[in-house]
Protein backbone atom coordinates (compact mmCIF):
# COMPACT_ATOMS: atom_id res chain seq x y z
CA UNK A 1 0.00 0.00 0.00
CA UNK A 2 2.59 2.23 0.74
CA UNK A 3 4.06 1.79 -2.04
CA UNK A 4 1.34 2.23 -4.60
CA UNK A 5 1.16 5.76 -2.52
CA UNK A 6 4.28 6.20 -3.08
CA UNK A 7 4.29 5.86 -6.67
CA UNK A 8 1.34 8.02 -6.56
CA UNK A 9 2.95 10.66 -5.40
CA UNK A 10 6.03 10.14 -7.88
CA UNK A 11 3.30 10.34 -10.57
CA UNK A 12 2.24 13.96 -9.52
CA UNK A 13 5.18 15.06 -8.54
CA UNK A 14 6.17 14.29 -12.16
CA UNK A 15 3.01 15.97 -14.16
CA UNK A 16 3.77 18.94 -11.44
CA UNK A 17 6.78 19.60 -12.93
CA UNK A 18 5.88 19.10 -16.71
CA UNK A 19 3.54 21.95 -15.94
CA UNK A 20 6.07 23.99 -14.33
CA UNK A 21 8.09 23.51 -17.22
CA UNK A 22 5.56 24.01 -19.62
CA UNK A 23 4.88 27.53 -17.62
CA UNK A 24 8.29 28.36 -17.67
CA UNK A 25 8.50 28.09 -21.74
CA UNK A 26 5.46 30.13 -22.32
CA UNK A 27 6.58 33.26 -20.40
CA UNK A 28 10.04 32.82 -21.91
CA UNK A 29 8.39 33.04 -24.81
CA UNK A 30 6.11 35.47 -23.99
CA UNK A 31 8.98 37.55 -23.05
CA UNK A 32 10.58 37.33 -26.09
CA UNK A 33 7.86 38.26 -27.92
CA UNK A 34 7.27 41.38 -26.08
CA UNK A 35 10.86 42.20 -26.32
CA UNK A 36 10.77 41.21 -30.27
CA UNK A 37 7.69 43.95 -30.73
CA UNK A 38 9.54 46.54 -28.93
CA UNK A 39 12.26 46.37 -30.69
CA UNK A 40 10.05 46.78 -34.09
CA UNK A 41 8.20 49.62 -32.11
CA UNK A 42 11.69 51.13 -31.51
CA UNK A 43 13.20 50.50 -35.25
CA UNK A 44 9.48 51.83 -36.99
CA UNK A 45 10.07 54.68 -34.74
CA UNK A 46 14.05 55.60 -36.30
CA UNK A 47 12.73 54.64 -39.65
CA UNK A 48 9.39 57.55 -39.55
CA UNK A 49 12.31 60.12 -38.41
CA UNK A 50 14.48 58.93 -41.00
CA UNK A 51 11.98 59.39 -43.61
CA UNK A 52 11.21 62.59 -42.31
CA UNK A 53 14.82 63.73 -42.24
CA UNK A 54 15.32 62.80 -46.29
CA UNK A 55 11.72 64.44 -47.12
CA UNK A 56 12.28 67.74 -44.74
CA UNK A 57 11.92 71.01 -46.97
CA UNK A 58 14.77 72.43 -45.49
CA UNK A 59 18.32 71.86 -43.65
CA UNK A 60 17.25 73.32 -40.37
CA UNK A 61 14.32 71.28 -40.17
CA UNK A 62 16.06 67.86 -41.07
CA UNK A 63 18.64 69.08 -38.57
CA UNK A 64 16.09 68.88 -35.94
CA UNK A 65 14.96 65.74 -36.76
CA UNK A 66 18.44 64.81 -36.47
CA UNK A 67 19.29 65.77 -33.37
CA UNK A 68 15.93 64.12 -31.68
CA UNK A 69 17.56 60.46 -33.08
CA UNK A 70 20.56 62.05 -31.52
CA UNK A 71 18.42 62.31 -28.08
CA UNK A 72 17.12 58.65 -28.70
CA UNK A 73 20.77 57.34 -28.60
CA UNK A 74 21.59 59.11 -25.96
CA UNK A 75 19.00 57.71 -23.89
CA UNK A 76 18.54 53.56 -25.01
CA UNK A 77 21.61 52.24 -26.83
CA UNK A 78 19.25 50.08 -28.76
CA UNK A 79 18.79 52.82 -30.55
CA UNK A 80 21.77 52.79 -31.89
CA UNK A 81 22.33 49.38 -33.11
CA UNK A 82 18.67 49.83 -34.95
CA UNK A 83 20.24 52.84 -36.63
CA UNK A 84 23.77 51.19 -37.24
CA UNK A 85 21.99 48.66 -39.12
CA UNK A 86 20.30 51.29 -41.27
CA UNK A 87 23.71 53.16 -42.27
CA UNK A 88 25.08 49.68 -43.21
CA UNK A 89 22.03 49.42 -45.40
CA UNK A 90 22.62 52.79 -46.82
CA UNK A 91 26.27 52.37 -47.31
CA UNK A 92 25.62 49.27 -49.48
CA UNK A 93 23.41 51.88 -51.60
CA UNK A 94 25.47 54.73 -51.36
CA UNK A 95 26.44 54.51 -55.21
CA UNK A 96 22.69 55.08 -56.17
CA UNK A 97 22.20 57.96 -53.81
CA UNK A 98 21.39 61.55 -54.88
CA UNK A 99 23.60 63.97 -53.94
CA UNK A 100 21.23 65.37 -51.34
CA UNK A 101 20.86 62.10 -49.41
CA UNK A 102 24.42 61.17 -49.29
CA UNK A 103 24.74 64.11 -47.66
CA UNK A 104 21.79 63.76 -45.07
CA UNK A 105 23.38 60.38 -44.35
CA UNK A 106 26.77 61.72 -43.57
CA UNK A 107 25.48 64.53 -41.56
CA UNK A 108 23.55 61.85 -39.62
CA UNK A 109 26.57 59.36 -39.18
CA UNK A 110 28.40 62.58 -38.10
CA UNK A 111 25.68 63.37 -35.49
CA UNK A 112 25.03 59.94 -34.01
CA UNK A 113 28.29 58.84 -34.65
CA UNK A 114 28.39 55.04 -34.22
CA UNK A 115 32.18 54.66 -34.81
CA UNK A 116 32.98 56.17 -31.80
CA UNK A 117 30.79 54.58 -29.67
CA UNK A 118 31.90 51.28 -31.20
CA UNK A 119 35.18 52.13 -30.02
CA UNK A 120 34.56 52.59 -26.68
CA UNK A 121 33.11 49.55 -26.68
CA UNK A 122 36.04 47.52 -27.89
CA UNK A 123 37.71 49.58 -24.72
CA UNK A 124 35.56 47.05 -22.69
CA UNK A 125 36.80 44.07 -20.46
CA UNK A 126 33.76 42.54 -21.83
CA UNK A 127 35.41 39.79 -25.12
CA UNK A 128 31.69 39.47 -26.12
CA UNK A 129 31.46 42.76 -26.12
CA UNK A 130 34.96 43.48 -27.83
CA UNK A 131 33.99 40.87 -30.67
CA UNK A 132 30.92 42.60 -31.45
CA UNK A 133 32.30 46.06 -32.06
CA UNK A 134 35.04 44.46 -34.20
CA UNK A 135 32.45 43.26 -36.22
CA UNK A 136 30.40 46.62 -36.48
CA UNK A 137 33.63 48.69 -36.90
CA UNK A 138 34.76 46.55 -39.70
CA UNK A 139 31.16 47.28 -41.26
CA UNK A 140 31.23 50.38 -41.02
CA UNK A 141 34.32 50.61 -42.85
CA UNK A 142 36.12 52.15 -40.19
CA UNK A 143 39.81 52.05 -41.32
CA UNK A 144 41.11 54.41 -38.92
CA UNK A 145 40.40 51.76 -36.54
CA UNK A 146 42.71 49.16 -37.92
CA UNK A 147 45.69 49.85 -35.49
CA UNK A 148 43.51 49.53 -32.48
CA UNK A 149 41.86 46.09 -34.14
CA UNK A 150 45.65 44.67 -35.21
CA UNK A 151 46.40 44.94 -31.14
CA UNK A 152 44.01 42.05 -30.26
CA UNK A 153 45.38 40.08 -32.24
CA UNK A 154 47.73 39.38 -29.30
CA UNK A 155 44.80 38.13 -26.92
CA UNK A 156 45.08 35.20 -25.52
CA UNK A 157 41.56 34.38 -25.97
CA UNK A 158 40.54 32.40 -29.61
CA UNK A 159 37.22 33.92 -29.93
CA UNK A 160 38.76 37.62 -29.83
CA UNK A 161 41.77 37.14 -32.20
CA UNK A 162 39.25 35.43 -34.97
CA UNK A 163 36.73 38.29 -34.19
CA UNK A 164 39.63 40.68 -35.30
CA UNK A 165 41.19 38.96 -37.36
CA UNK A 166 37.92 39.01 -39.65
CA UNK A 167 37.48 42.51 -38.98
CA UNK A 168 41.01 42.84 -40.55
CA UNK A 169 40.23 41.22 -43.45
CA UNK A 170 36.82 42.78 -43.76
CA UNK A 171 38.84 46.35 -43.85
CA UNK A 172 41.24 45.23 -46.41
CA UNK A 173 44.27 44.97 -43.85
CA UNK A 174 46.77 42.88 -45.61
CA UNK A 175 49.79 43.34 -42.59
CA UNK A 176 46.83 42.52 -39.93
CA UNK A 177 45.75 39.63 -42.07
CA UNK A 178 49.17 37.61 -42.62
CA UNK A 179 49.69 38.37 -39.41
CA UNK A 180 46.89 36.93 -38.24
CA UNK A 181 46.95 33.56 -40.11
CA UNK A 182 50.67 33.01 -39.44
CA UNK A 183 50.05 33.17 -36.00
CA UNK A 184 48.11 30.04 -36.01
CA UNK A 185 49.31 28.22 -39.03
CA UNK A 186 50.62 25.01 -36.93
CA UNK A 187 46.96 24.93 -35.42
CA UNK A 188 46.24 22.44 -38.44
CA UNK A 189 42.85 21.49 -37.07
CA UNK A 190 41.50 25.13 -36.66
CA UNK A 191 43.82 26.81 -39.40
CA UNK A 192 42.35 25.06 -42.26
CA UNK A 193 38.41 26.54 -41.60
CA UNK A 194 39.86 30.44 -40.58
CA UNK A 195 42.14 30.41 -43.56
CA UNK A 196 38.88 30.05 -45.87
CA UNK A 197 36.89 32.45 -44.37
CA UNK A 198 39.51 34.55 -43.70
CA UNK A 199 40.28 34.89 -47.55
CA UNK A 200 36.61 35.02 -48.55
CA UNK A 201 36.17 37.99 -46.45
CA UNK A 202 39.48 39.67 -47.70
CA UNK A 203 38.65 43.08 -49.70
CA UNK A 204 42.04 43.90 -50.41
CA UNK A 205 44.63 42.40 -53.27
CA UNK A 206 44.35 38.71 -53.22
CA UNK A 207 47.20 38.30 -55.21
CA UNK A 208 49.20 40.22 -53.33
CA UNK A 209 48.58 38.41 -49.47
CA UNK A 210 48.05 35.12 -51.32
CA UNK A 211 51.71 34.95 -52.60
CA UNK A 212 52.90 36.57 -49.19
CA UNK A 213 51.23 33.71 -47.32
CA UNK A 214 52.83 30.95 -49.57
CA UNK A 215 55.99 32.59 -49.79
CA UNK A 216 56.26 33.03 -45.66
CA UNK A 217 54.03 29.80 -44.49
CA UNK A 218 55.15 26.28 -44.09
CA UNK A 219 53.93 23.88 -46.41
CA UNK A 220 50.95 23.33 -45.00
CA UNK A 221 49.90 26.73 -44.77
CA UNK A 222 51.08 26.82 -48.55
CA UNK A 223 48.90 24.49 -49.64
CA UNK A 224 45.97 25.66 -48.03
CA UNK A 225 45.66 28.72 -49.54
CA UNK A 226 46.57 27.86 -52.77
CA UNK A 227 43.39 25.62 -52.47
CA UNK A 228 41.48 28.88 -50.83
CA UNK A 229 42.41 31.00 -53.47
CA UNK A 230 41.50 28.35 -57.07
CA UNK A 231 37.87 29.55 -56.94
CA UNK A 232 39.19 33.28 -57.60
CA UNK A 233 40.96 32.32 -60.49
CA UNK A 234 43.96 34.65 -60.01
CA UNK A 235 45.79 34.81 -63.73
CA UNK A 236 48.76 35.95 -61.83
CA UNK A 237 48.96 33.28 -59.70
CA UNK A 238 47.93 30.27 -62.34
CA UNK A 239 51.97 29.69 -63.11
CA UNK A 240 53.15 29.06 -59.39
CA UNK A 241 50.06 27.02 -59.54
CA UNK A 242 51.19 25.11 -62.53
CA UNK A 243 54.90 25.06 -60.86
CA UNK A 244 53.40 23.19 -57.33
CA UNK A 245 52.06 20.60 -59.45
CA UNK A 246 55.13 19.36 -59.18
CA UNK A 247 55.95 19.88 -55.78
CA UNK A 248 57.29 16.82 -54.20
CA UNK A 249 55.08 17.34 -50.81
CA UNK A 250 52.00 15.97 -51.71
CA UNK A 251 49.37 18.41 -50.17
CA UNK A 252 50.96 21.28 -52.14
CA UNK A 253 50.69 19.09 -55.28
CA UNK A 254 46.84 18.07 -54.71
CA UNK A 255 45.73 21.59 -53.69
CA UNK A 256 47.28 22.75 -56.97
CA UNK A 257 45.64 20.02 -58.86
CA UNK A 258 42.16 21.30 -57.12
CA UNK A 259 43.14 24.62 -57.91
CA UNK A 260 43.29 24.19 -61.57
CA UNK A 261 39.75 22.96 -61.52
CA UNK A 262 38.86 26.81 -61.72
CA UNK A 263 41.95 27.96 -63.85
CA UNK A 264 42.84 25.53 -66.07
CA UNK A 265 42.93 26.63 -70.02
CA UNK A 266 43.23 24.86 -72.95
CA UNK A 267 47.61 25.60 -72.84
CA UNK A 268 47.71 23.09 -69.99
CA UNK A 269 46.15 20.26 -70.78
CA UNK A 270 49.27 18.70 -71.80
CA UNK A 271 50.26 18.97 -67.85
CA UNK A 272 46.85 18.01 -66.91
CA UNK A 273 47.05 15.17 -68.88
CA UNK A 274 50.54 14.23 -67.48
CA UNK A 275 48.57 14.89 -63.48
CA UNK A 276 45.79 12.04 -64.79
CA UNK A 277 48.29 9.53 -64.68
CA UNK A 278 49.92 10.22 -61.47
CA UNK A 279 50.62 7.69 -59.14
CA UNK A 280 48.35 9.33 -56.26
CA UNK A 281 44.81 8.92 -57.25
CA UNK A 282 43.27 12.18 -55.39
CA UNK A 283 45.86 14.20 -57.77
CA UNK A 284 44.15 12.11 -60.66
CA UNK A 285 41.09 12.61 -60.20
CA UNK A 286 41.25 16.70 -59.83
CA UNK A 287 43.05 16.81 -63.19
CA UNK A 288 40.44 14.32 -64.17
CA UNK A 289 37.80 16.93 -62.71
CA UNK A 290 40.12 19.93 -64.17
CA UNK A 291 40.49 18.24 -67.76
CA UNK A 292 36.32 18.31 -67.56
CA UNK A 293 36.47 22.00 -67.98
CA UNK A 294 38.51 21.71 -71.37
CA UNK A 295 36.28 20.46 -74.22
CA UNK A 296 39.00 19.64 -77.00
CA UNK A 297 39.82 15.96 -78.26
CA UNK A 298 42.94 15.48 -76.51
CA UNK A 299 40.74 16.38 -72.92
CA UNK A 300 38.10 14.21 -74.21
CA UNK A 301 40.42 11.37 -75.01
CA UNK A 302 41.99 11.84 -71.69
CA UNK A 303 39.50 11.54 -69.48
CA UNK A 304 37.54 8.33 -71.66
CA UNK A 305 41.32 6.78 -70.58
CA UNK A 306 40.61 8.02 -66.60
CA UNK A 307 37.03 6.08 -66.28
CA UNK A 308 39.01 2.54 -66.59
CA UNK A 309 41.02 4.19 -63.36
CA UNK A 310 41.34 1.37 -60.61
CA UNK A 311 39.81 3.90 -58.19
CA UNK A 312 36.36 4.11 -57.87
CA UNK A 313 36.64 8.04 -57.24
CA UNK A 314 38.77 8.82 -60.44
CA UNK A 315 36.35 7.17 -62.72
CA UNK A 316 33.34 8.39 -61.40
CA UNK A 317 35.03 11.72 -61.71
CA UNK A 318 35.74 11.10 -65.36
CA UNK A 319 32.50 9.72 -65.74
CA UNK A 320 30.82 12.83 -64.72
CA UNK A 321 33.50 14.57 -66.91
CA UNK A 322 32.78 13.02 -69.79
CA UNK A 323 28.79 13.37 -69.65
CA UNK A 324 29.52 16.94 -69.57
CA UNK A 325 32.09 17.09 -72.26
CA UNK A 326 30.67 14.54 -75.05
CA UNK A 327 27.41 16.39 -76.40
CA UNK A 328 27.49 13.99 -78.97
CA UNK A 329 27.07 10.79 -77.30
CA UNK A 330 29.94 9.23 -79.42
CA UNK A 331 32.85 8.72 -76.58
CA UNK A 332 30.20 7.27 -74.03
CA UNK A 333 28.69 5.20 -76.17
CA UNK A 334 31.54 3.71 -76.73
CA UNK A 335 32.63 3.58 -72.79
CA UNK A 336 29.69 1.99 -72.14
CA UNK A 337 29.75 -0.95 -75.16
CA UNK A 338 33.70 -0.96 -74.66
CA UNK A 339 35.21 -4.21 -72.53
CA UNK A 340 35.88 -2.24 -69.16
CA UNK A 341 33.10 -3.57 -66.89
CA UNK A 342 34.19 -0.86 -64.34
CA UNK A 343 34.48 1.93 -66.73
CA UNK A 344 30.67 0.96 -67.95
CA UNK A 345 29.34 0.68 -64.76
CA UNK A 346 30.26 4.60 -63.76
CA UNK A 347 29.68 5.85 -67.06
CA UNK A 348 26.15 4.62 -66.58
CA UNK A 349 25.33 5.52 -63.00
CA UNK A 350 26.88 9.14 -63.60
CA UNK A 351 24.41 9.22 -66.72
CA UNK A 352 21.59 8.34 -63.88
CA UNK A 353 22.26 10.40 -62.01
CA UNK A 354 22.10 13.52 -64.67
CA UNK A 355 18.78 11.83 -66.24
CA UNK A 356 17.24 11.21 -62.57
CA UNK A 357 18.25 15.06 -61.54
CA UNK A 358 16.45 16.31 -64.76
CA UNK A 359 13.10 14.37 -64.08
CA UNK A 360 13.60 16.09 -60.41
CA UNK A 361 13.52 19.87 -61.48
Known amino acids: MRFELFLVMIFFLSILLICAELLWLYLLADNQEESKAKLNK ?15 PTQSAWECEINELVNLVDKDDSYMEILTDVFMESLEKYEEMSEKDKKIIGKIIEKVNPITYYENMIKENDVVKKCYACQRLAALGAANDIEG ?10 QLRYAAGNSLAALGDKEGVEEFILGFQDDYKYSYRVINEVIDRYTGDLYEISKDLIEKGDSYLKATVIKSIGKYKIKELVPYVLECTNDTDINIKIAATKAMCFCAEKEHILTLIRLSKDQNWVVREFAVKALGNLNTDEAIEAVKQATQDEQWWVRQT ?4 LIKMDY ?19 VKYSLYKVLNMEEKN
Not at 42 to 49: D, G, L, T, V
Not at 149 to 158: A, D
Not at 332 to 343: P, Q
Open 42 to 56: KEARCRRILEAIICA
Open 149 to 158: IRELLKSRNR
Open 318 to 321: AAES
Open 328 to 346: SLEHIESVIKGYDRYASEA
